[in-house]
């Protein structure tokens, strides 16, 4: 891989499903940033919004001197005949090559950085057998790694939930001491690495109301979370909990820590999307590379009708350039 000094600006966004509003956030997305955020577009130029000025390139770094005039297109065929809001599955098998083809320009460091827009599950698995659950899970495939974390992160707030997509009656037994801390040592990890955070504060909720009020709603704080912090805390780690998640999320309380680690999903979504719905960023944390995507799905009820809003990808696309700044000036001071 090519040293920092010679890492590319230039991000790769891989289309996500073509029929979905990828195509349009996309097109939207270049025309508002322009070079202030260059990057590649991965995917098949006939699904871009008619009219959009765009430009084959070769590379990802080709992208840069011609983003201000032309969305740059990396061409990658799709041999369905797509329909805005109806996906085909003769394109599943190019949607998913699209993703790998990105994660192999970031890997050989022809690319900063990956975003990528919304796919939609169900059609990769009808189309192309696709075996993992979401984009996240293959990624970490692609990157060779076992775990994953998923941040949401806007500028009013980031949030990690511990579990992610499970029925609530099933939290407390995914809940260990394990993933619980490997959730805080990633995410305290990509803080200094992609965030440039020194050192990190984490605030931690509990899984109960009032954080269990001792013990009186709910033994997992005194049983399982508060050891698993202290034993984290001996090791140098500036942690805050278990907190009432109810008092967690006000401007006050929210300037005194860099991420807040949920127990469940919801728990983690609800306050950004409520603070901060348009400019919410997933970001996966943990991988080998740089990744990022906007908060939303394929959104097939608005595809193709010019309604859909570019603000998270815009916000990915920034973030992303942002994170592959940090890690490559990391890894220069590390040489």
Known sequence: MPSPSQQPAAL???CGEPAGVGPEIAAKAWDQLRDKAPFAYIGDARHLPEGTPWQHVDTPQAAVSICREALPVLHHRFPGATRPGAPD?????????AIARAVQLVQDGAASGLVTCPIHKKALKDGADFAYPGHTEYLAALGGVKRVVMMLASPELRVVPA???IALADVPAHLTRALLQETLRITHDALQRDFATPQPRLAVAGLNPHAGEGGAMGQEEIALIAPALDEMRAHGFDIMGPLSADTMFHAAARANYDAAICMYHDQALIPIKTLDFDRGVN??????FVRTSPDHGTAFDIAGQGRANPQSLIEALLLAQDMAANRAKEMQDDD
Request: charged share 5%.
């Open 12 to 14: 790769a966004l891989t």
């Open 89 to 97: 599955p003769a394109d599943a098998g190019s949607v998913v090559s």
């Open 163 to 165: 579990t992610i997509h």
């Open 283 to 288: 970001v996966t944390l943990g991988l080998p």
